[in-house]
């Protein structure tokens, strides 16, 4: 896939990652080898994003920065001025993925609205590629008649053992938009999972590890977040794993369709 090449797989997630420590947090993840940060509007984190990042020495070209645009900024003539704001909070020129977080709550303002804009955006230079998150097949095929097809090149939405989005996934492989994983490891939850923790054992690693190991297997990204430094450490080292084909089957059994988001105003899911 093309637009796998363009993302970095394994990238830090700053949900939650608020005020001073998530600044610590975000810099942690930084200086331990994550070259791609996930942050949004609606997080209230662009500007630890940001400011972990100019902290860090890093360059701001080796660094990938993902955000995204809240709902509350779809309206006619909202959408480039809400993305400046970010920019200017993340103190940074360009971001290299904008995604529209949610489609429209309900419909209420059309996709062409909206998604006509997050294209103008692009052609500005404002961001240098553009996505969507929590959209479903029949959203991407209307995304793709309104802006073209090619435009958007990723989709982000919940995958991890538990939910595995197998339907959605597929079409987004087969069409070239990177898949990438929230909640991928679904808040720890899985920890005590018996197949899980099985593979794990086999190769002295935790299952977390496994979870991650599994979705960039896939061909996925995932953006697994914390606000501890042991566990910032033990999400990246899961990069280095390979897991067998048969360890991979058998975590695809383990798909329960167990969503954990789904407010009701929510698209019709796949």
Same mark, same amino acid.
């Given at each position: 896939m !093309?637009?796998?090449? &363009?993302?970095?797989q394994l990238?830090?997630?700053?949900?939650?990652?608020?005020?001073? !420590?998530?600044?610590?947090?975000? &810099?942690?993840?930084? !200086?331990t080898g994550y070259r791609h940060l996930d942050t949004a509007q609606t997080y209230d984190t662009e500007f630890e994003t940001g400011e972990a990042l100019r902290r860090s020495g890093i360059a701001r070209r080796e660094v990938f920065m993902t955000t995204k645009i809240s709902t509350d900024n779809f309206g006619d003539g909202k959408l480039i001025p809400s993305l400046e704001k970010s920019l200017e909070a993340m103190r940074v020129d360009q971001v290299d993925l904008t995604l529209i977080h949610w489609p429209a709550p309900n419909g209420a303002i059309a996709l062409e609205v909206y998604l006509s804009q997050i294209a103008e955006?692009? !052609?500005?230079? $404002?961001?240098?590629?553009?996505?969507?998150?929590?959209?479903?097949?029949?959203?991407?095929?209307?995304?793709?008649?309104?802006?073209?097809k090619g435009r958007i090149i990723n989709n982000q939405f919940e995958l991890n053992p538990l939910i595995q989005n197998k339907k959605l996934a597929d079409y987004c492989q087969r069409n070239d938009?990177?898949?990438?994983?929230? &909640?991928?490891?679904?808040?720890?939850?899985?920890?005590?999972?018996?197949? &899980?923790?099985?593979?794990?054992?086999?190769?002295?690693a935790t299952v977390e590890q496994v979870i991650i190991a599994f979705e960039l297997a896939k061909g996925y990204c995932a953006i697994p977040t914390s606000s501890r430094a042991e566990r910032i450490r033990s999400n990246f080292a899961a990069g280095k794993l390979q897991l067998k084909q048969e360890e991979i089957a058998l975590i695809e059994? $383990?798909?329960?369709?167990?969503?954990?988001?789904?407010?009701?105003?929510?698209p019709d899911w796949d």
């Open positions: !093309e637009n796998q090449q &363009l993302i970095p990238g830090f997630g700053t949900y939650g990652r608020n005020g001073k !420590e998530g600044i610590d947090a975000i &810099l942690c993840a930084l !200086e955006a692009q !052609e500005r230079g $404002l961001t240098r590629l553009i996505g969507v998150s929590n959209f479903t097949i029949a959203l991407l095929q209307q995304a793709e008649a309104i802006i073209g938009i990177l898949v990438t994983c929230y &909640l991928p490891i679904a808040r720890g939850t899985l920890s005590g999972d018996p197949v &899980l923790s099985s593979i794990a054992g086999n190769h002295a059994t $383990l798909d329960r369709n167990q969503r954990t988001i789904d407010p009701d105003w929510g």
